[in-house]
């Protein structure tokens, strides 16, 4: 309790996207006392998964590891927005609601994952990340307990994963602008709402003999 409380916590001021990652699989093997947890990240753009933090996991395994969003495990998770095991596989195909092809390509993954459970984060209403845990160190079974706090932090993280999304967008375009800004090839003063200089360009130091500082 007291390691979620601080982690849910923390979260919410963790801005850094490899940051929020280092701290949430360090988070979920102190609280669920598992040995092996791996953080994926979704790129859209590429259509691919691929590990971006992990403990315990093996990294020349990790490096070659790349999963395709629209096949097994990711187009599951992305459809059925659940927490994906091994025994959920077995009971969609008794029931024919998964195919024979499907669960063997699903079970190869969770397989070079060496997962026990895979939780997928959602952010702005899609797959955005999946994180995969390992065996209890113990060798005790997952509770029903432990399945709805991962739930529950799966919803935490996924926000969190929002934040560091739109910090990083924003983060960007201050680059971009600030790279505008000085190729102007006249000086540029800024001047905000309370009367302070917010923005000033070479050219304009250069005219005025003064630094930018």
């Known amino acids: 309790k007291e390691v979620f409380q601080?982690?849910?916590?923390?979260?919410?001021?963790?801005?850094?996207?490899?940051?929020?990652?280092?701290?949430?699989?360090?988070?979920?093997?102190?609280?669920?006392?598992?040995?092996?947890?791996?953080?994926?990240?979704?790129?859209?753009?590429?259509?691919?998964?691929?590990?971006?933090?992990?403990?315990?996991?093996?990294?020349?395994?990790?490096?070659?590891?790349?999963?395709n969003n629209n096949q097994s495990i990711m187009l599951w998770l992305a459809k059925n927005h659940q927490i994906l095991t091994k025994e959920v596989v077995e009971k969609e195909v008794a029931s024919n609601t998964l195919g024979i092809r499907d669960a063997i390509n699903i079970q190869r993954e969770i397989n070079l994952l060496q997962a026990h459970l895979c939780i997928p984060v959602l952010a702005y209403g899609s797959l955005s990340s999946v994180i995969t845990l390992g065996n209890k160190i113990t060798g005790k079974a997952f509770f029903d307990e432990d399945v709805e706090l991962l739930s529950m932090l799966a919803g935490y993280i996924g926000m969190a994963v929002?934040?560091?999304?739109?910090?990083?967008?924003?983060?960007?375009?201050?680059?971009?602008?600030?790279?505008?800004?000085?190729?102007?090839?006249?000086?540029?003063?800024?001047?905000?709402?309370?009367?302070?200089?917010?923005?000033f360009n070479k050219n304009a130091a250069r005219m005025l003999d003064i630094s930018s500082h």
Do not use: H
């Open 6 to 67: 601080k982690f849910s916590k923390v979260l919410a001021r963790v801005q850094d996207l490899g940051r929020l990652a280092d701290l949430t699989v360090e988070a979920m093997s102190e609280i669920f006392g598992v040995g092996k947890v791996v953080f994926m990240l979704v790129y859209k753009k590429e259509g691919l998964c691929r590990p971006y933090r992990y403990i315990g996991f093996d990294e020349g395994v990790a490096k070659k590891i790349c999963f």
């Open 162 to 199: 929002e934040n560091a999304f739109l910090y990083r967008e924003a983060n960007l375009r201050k680059i971009q602008n600030e790279n505008i800004l000085e190729n102007i090839p006249c000086g540029v003063i800024a001047i905000n709402g309370n009367g302070k200089i917010n923005a």
